[in-house]
C-alpha cells in the first residue's frame, strides 16, 4: 500500500516514471493532508473565546475530519488500482468477437471506477471544507496559517480530482450514471465554494492574507478561491 509507506518513500513512487500513483492519487493525500490540518486546529485546548459551545463544535468537527481524512487516505491507493484496472481492461484480448465484446465490457467498467473514485475524493474533500468553516469559526485565532493552509488543500484536492474525473468520464457510454456523477459533484461543489469564502473572511485569515499581499509589494496574492 502508498500510504503505508514513508513520506521519502511516498514521494519517490510519485516522481518514478511509472504512472501510478499519480494525479489523482496526488490530490486524495493533498486532501487527507489538508483534513488533518484542520483536525489538528480544531483539537487545541484553546478555543476562540474560551465558551463551552466552541469546544463542542470543535469536538463534533474534530470527529468529522479525522473520518474524512481516513477516507482521503484510502483513495490514495484506490486511485492507484483504478489505473491499473483500466490498464488491464485495455490489454485483454481483442481477437474474436466475443472477445472485443467482454474488453469492451471490461473497459467500461474500469473507466467507471476510475471515474467513481476521485468523484468520492472531490466529495470527501468538499465534506471536509464544510467542517473546515466550524474549525476557522470556532478555534484558536493563533492557528490562522494552519487553516488557510488546511483549506487550500483541500481545495487543491477538489481541483485535482475534478481534473481526474474530466479526464475520464468522456469514455463512460452510460448517460444516466454521467448524469449522476455531474450531480453529485455539482451538489459538492456548492457547498464547499460556500464554506471556503466564509473561511476565508475570519478576521485573522483576511489580515493574514492582507498583510502577505503587502509584503510582497502589495502586488501578490494567494491564490484565487
Do not use: C
Not at 479525522?66 to 490514495?76: K, S
Not at 471556503?196 to 475570519?202: K, R, Y
Not at 510582497?216 to 491564490?223: D, K, S
Amino acid at each position: 500500500m502508498l500510504t503505508s509507506r514513508s513520506v521519502a518513500d511516498l514521494l519517490d513512487a510519485f516522481s518514478s516514471p511509472d504512472p501510478t500513483p499519480g494525479g489523482g492519487s496526488a490530490a486524495a493525500l493533498a486532501g487527507a493532508l489538508g483534513a488533518a490540518l484542520l483536525a489538528m486546529v480544531a483539537g487545541l485546548p484553546k478555543t476562540r473565546t474560551g465558551v463551552p459551545a466552541e469546544r463542542q463544535a470543535l469536538d463534533t468537527a474534530r470527529a468529522e475530519l479525522l473520518g474524512l481524512q481516513r477516507t482521503l487516505l484510502e483513495l490514495v491507493d484506490r486511485d492507484a488500482a483504478a489505473y491499473d484496472l483500466v490498464v488491464a481492461a485495455f490489454r485483454k484480448p481483442k481477437a474474436t468477437d466475443d472477445e472485443k465484446s467482454l474488453r469492451s465490457a471490461a473497459i467500461q467498467d474500469a473507466m467507471r471506477v476510475a471515474t467513481e473514485v476521485p468523484v468520492e475524493t472531490f466529495r470527501t474533500a468538499a465534506a471536509a471544507m464544510v467542517a473546515g468553516r466550524t474549525v476557522a469559526a470556532s478555534a484558536n485565532p493563533s492557528a490562522a496559517s494552519d487553516i488557510f493552509v488546511g483549506s487550500q488543500a483541500l481545495w487543491l484536492s477538489m481541483n485535482g480530482a475534478l481534473a481526474n474525473v474530466e479526464i475520464n468520464i468522456g469514455s463512460l457510454k452510460d448517460a444516466a450514471l454521467v448524469d449522476r456523477l455531474t450531480k453529485d459533484l455539482r451538489a459538492a461543489h456548492a457547498e464547499a465554494a460556500a464554506a471556503l469564502p466564509e473561511i476565508s473572511m475570519t478576521p485573522e485569515l483576511a489580515d493574514l492574507t492582507r498583510k502577505a499581499s503587502l509584503r510582497l509589494g502589495g502586488h501578490g496574492h494567494f491564490p484565487e478561491d
